[in-house]
């Protein structure tokens, strides 16, 4: 049968946007086993309810033991089955995995060009595909080289392990994945992941992988699964990764999402012939508690302290033995005495001022701070301070007996600038720390940090502040709920009774009101709290399968 010519401006019949569910292309090995490259790609895909097209770049014979033979396709073979997609299936993204050589390296950056000239959001990640887990190689210079210079400039996202990403940069074995990650970056690569998994003699207890995007850099980190069936696992890690970019979810965000499908798939991993068997990424990942991940806030991970954190995450505080209930934000003391007197039990003073305790005006903030604590002791509530971390411990370090009604709040770009010695500091105060999280690595950040409550939102839009953020909506918050691992409080744009009942009804711990208490709390509280009473009362809401994007910016 007689080949069609390539068709070099196919891309011409559907939008992306035109799909039901999005559509991700597979440039990768067939495995003959079944267990790694294609046959891997499409078990995730599935996972994430992604239309997945796998494109056979190279045909591999093996078995669970070992790779017999690899055989790239020819380049106009591979480049005949991408004009074909593109006339008819476009991709949301494309994913590669074992290529075979240059010149099939090079046929899916040309391919790569002409899609983005039609549609410039299509994404690339790329897995490197160099060598298989039983040792056999599949790339030499030349491929090499053409990984350099044609994939890693186009690249969206990375994903090598560690030992693809010492041979893709070229340094030397004692290189760190944070200096990897930063060399493959100045070779092109938007953002770059380098897994861990292969790492288990160095890292026994640790499931360590390197994020470094232009969103978030940090250690993410879960529990080592304890399984000898983890053929497929680098496939599976960087095809949950394009899914979860196709879903519409920015780079750290979707490495989460991968970091968890991919633990998921190493649980159910099976025997099937005489050596490792497969890796089974399958649906319902995304509402198992137990996978939502720790991540760092750089290159300062302490893996013991982060251990302690997520086994206490293990046994999680729901919101019916952590009641914050009416949560009323407040910029005085004057205002935090009148929403006492409304029978408000959780007040959050937001003082927007600069944090040098040598200003002319700290007397006056310290005052103020003291005015509002003073307050809250005396009607058993609780102040929770923003920002002025300081200046709250030393008020619980001067009035011991306070210090139970003493808590603070932090966003997360506030955390992120104490920097290591600073959030050490932090801790080593023993207050109760509420954070601030608007997106999955937020999320996971402030998991590590095993916090009082972690704060999701905006839930509706507001205009408290400006954000970049897609609001989150009652869906996010219920999955918030059922995988944060900590009690969950809903805050941004809660004007109406009917918004805070359905807060409620997610099972959020709290329910933040900014505006909605007016000139007289007195009078306006009463019908907040029964509305919040109400929606415990309720049904709860369904947990969704995954939660929705909360960036629309591309990363």
């Given at each position: 049968?007689?080949?069609?010519?390539?068709?070099?401006?196919?891309?011409?019949?559907?939008?992306?946007?035109?799909?039901?569910?999005?559509?991700?292309?597979?440039?990768?090995?067939?495995?003959?086993?079944?267990?790694?490259?294609?046959?891997?790609?499409?078990?995730?895909?599935?996972?994430?309810?992604?239309?997945?097209?796998?494109?056979?770049?190279?045909?591999?014979?093996?078995?669970?033991?070992?790779?017999?033979?690899?055989?790239?396709?020819?380049?106009?073979?591979?480049?005949?089955?991408?004009?074909?997609?593109?006339?008819?299936?476009?991709?949301?993204?494309?994913?590669?995995?074992?290529?075979?050589?240059?010149?099939?390296?090079?046929?899916?950056?040309?391919?790569?060009?002409?899609?983005?000239?039609?549609?410039?959001?299509?994404?690339?990640?790329?897995?490197?595909?160099?060598?298989?887990?039983?040792?056999?190689?599949?790339?030499?210079?030349?491929?090499?080289?053409?990984?350099?210079?044609?994939?890693?400039?186009?690249?969206?996202?990375?994903?090598?392990?560690?030992?693809?990403?010492?041979?893709?940069?070229?340094?030397?074995?004692?290189?760190?994945?944070?200096?990897?990650?930063?060399?493959?970056?100045?070779?092109?690569?938007?953002?770059?992941?380098?897994?861990?998994?292969?790492?288990?003699?160095?890292?026994?207890?640790?499931?360590?992988?390197?994020?470094?995007?232009?969103?978030?850099?940090?250690?993410?980190?879960?529990?080592?699964?304890?399984?000898?069936?983890?053929?497929?696992?680098?496939?599976?890690?960087?095809?949950?990764?394009?899914?979860?970019?196709?879903?519409?979810?920015?780079?750290?965000?979707?490495?989460?999402?991968?970091?968890?499908?991919?633990?998921?798939?190493?649980?159910?991993?099976?025997?099937?012939?005489?050596?490792?068997?497969?890796?089974?990424?399958?649906?319902?990942?995304?509402?198992?508690?137990?996978?939502?991940?720790?991540?760092?806030?750089?290159?300062?991970?302490?893996?013991?302290?982060?251990?302690?954190?997520?086994?206490?995450?293990?046994?999680?505080?729901?919101?019916?033995?952590?009641?914050?209930?009416?949560?009323?934000?407040?910029?005085?003391?004057?205002?935090?005495?009148?929403?006492?007197?409304?029978?408000?039990?959780?007040?959050?003073?937001?003082?927007?001022?600069?944090?040098?305790?040598?200003?002319?005006?700290?007397?006056?903030?310290?005052?103020?701070?003291?005015?509002?604590?003073?307050?809250?002791?005396?009607?058993?509530?609780?102040?929770?301070?923003?920002?002025?971390?300081?200046?709250?411990?030393?008020?619980?370090?001067?009035?011991?007996?306070?210090?139970?009604?003493?808590?603070?709040?932090?966003?997360?770009?506030?955390?992120?600038?104490?920097?290591?010695?600073?959030?050490?500091?932090?801790?080593a105060t023993g207050l109760q720390l509420g954070i601030?999280?608007?997106?999955?690595?937020?999320?996971?950040?402030?998991?590590?940090?095993?916090?009082?409550?972690?704060?999701?939102?905006?839930?509706?839009?507001?205009?408290?502040?400006?954000?970049?953020?897609?609001?989150q909506g009652l869906d996010n918050l219920a999955w918030?709920?059922?995988?944060?691992?900590?009690?969950?409080?809903?805050?941004?744009?809660?004007?109406?009774?009917?918004?805070?009942?359905?807060?409620?009804?997610?099972?959020?711990?709290?329910?933040?009101?900014?505006?909605?208490?007016?000139?007289?709390?007195?009078?306006?509280?009463?019908?907040?709290?029964?509305?919040?009473?109400?929606?415990?009362?309720?049904?709860?809401?369904?947990?969704?399968?995954?939660?929705?994007?909360?960036?629309?910016?591309?990363?």
């Amino acid at each position: 049968m007689a080949l069609q010519p390539p068709a070099e401006a196919a891309i011409k019949k559907k939008e992306v946007s035109d799909y039901a569910k999005p559509i991700v292309w597979s440039i990768a090995g067939n495995d003959s086993g079944g267990g790694a490259g294609l046959a891997a790609d499409q078990r995730a895909a599935e996972a994430f309810g992604v239309h997945l097209c796998p494109v056979v770049a190279t045909i591999t014979a093996q078995n669970s033991q070992a790779v017999t033979q690899v055989v790239p396709v020819a380049p106009e073979v591979l480049d005949a089955q991408l004009a074909a997609l593109a006339d008819d299936l476009p991709p949301t993204v494309i994913k590669t995995g074992l290529l075979g050589g240059p010149e099939q390296v090079a046929v899916v950056a040309r391919w790569v060009d002409r899609l983005r000239e039609r549609q410039p959001s299509v994404a690339l990640v790329v897995d490197p595909v160099l060598r298989s887990s039983s040792g056999t190689a599949f790339a030499g210079e030349a491929t090499l080289h053409a990984y350099r210079d044609l994939l890693l400039p186009r690249a969206t996202l990375l994903t090598p392990n560690r030992r693809e990403a010492l041979r893709l940069a070229g340094l030397p074995d004692s290189t760190d994945a944070p200096a990897l990650a930063a060399a493959l970056q100045a070779l092109g690569a938007a953002s770059v992941c380098v897994t861990g998994g292969d790492e288990g003699a160095a890292q026994p207890t640790w499931s360590l992988d390197w994020v470094q995007t232009l969103l978030a850099s940090g250690w993410l980190a879960l529990p080592r699964v304890a399984t000898p069936h983890t053929h497929g696992t680098g496939c599976t890690f960087a095809s949950s990764a394009a899914a979860a970019m196709a879903l519409g979810f920015v780079a750290p965000d979707a490495l989460v999402l991968a970091k968890m499908a991919t633990t998921h798939a190493l649980r159910r991993g099976y025997a099937a012939g005489q050596g490792a068997g497969p890796v089974a990424a399958a649906a319902g990942f995304g509402a198992d508690p137990s996978l939502t991940p720790c991540m760092g806030w750089g290159d300062d991970y302490d893996l013991d302290s982060c251990l302690r954190r997520w086994d206490k995450g293990q046994s999680r505080i729901s919101s019916e033995n952590a009641d914050l209930g009416l949560y009323a934000i407040v910029d005085s003391a004057a205002r935090v005495q009148r929403v006492l007197q409304a029978g408000v039990k959780t007040v959050q003073l937001r003082i927007k001022t600069p944090g040098d305790v040598d200003a002319p005006w700290f007397t006056g903030l310290e005052t103020e701070l003291q005015t509002a604590l003073t307050a809250c002791q005396a009607a058993s509530a609780t102040l929770v301070v923003n920002d002025h971390w300081r200046i709250a411990h030393a008020l619980a370090q001067r009035e011991p007996s306070a210090a139970p009604h003493l808590a603070l709040h932090l966003g997360q770009e506030d955390l992120h600038t104490l920097g290591t010695a600073g959030r050490a500091e932090l801790a080593a105060t023993g207050l109760q720390l509420g954070i601030s999280s608007h997106s999955l690595w937020e999320l996971a950040r402030a998991r590590g940090l095993h916090p009082w409550y972690a704060a999701c939102g905006p839930i509706w839009p507001t205009l408290t502040k400006d954000m970049p953020w897609v609001p989150q909506g009652l869906d996010n918050l219920a999955w918030w709920v059922q995988m944060a691992g900590a009690p969950v409080v809903a805050i941004g744009g809660i004007l109406e009774h009917a918004q805070a009942e359905e807060a409620a009804r997610s099972g959020a711990a709290g329910v933040c009101i900014v505006r909605g208490l007016g000139d007289d709390p007195a009078a306006q509280a009463p019908g907040w709290q029964a509305a919040i009473a109400r929606g415990r009362a309720a049904a709860r809401l369904p947990v969704p399968a995954l939660p929705h994007p909360s960036l629309a910016c591309a990363d």
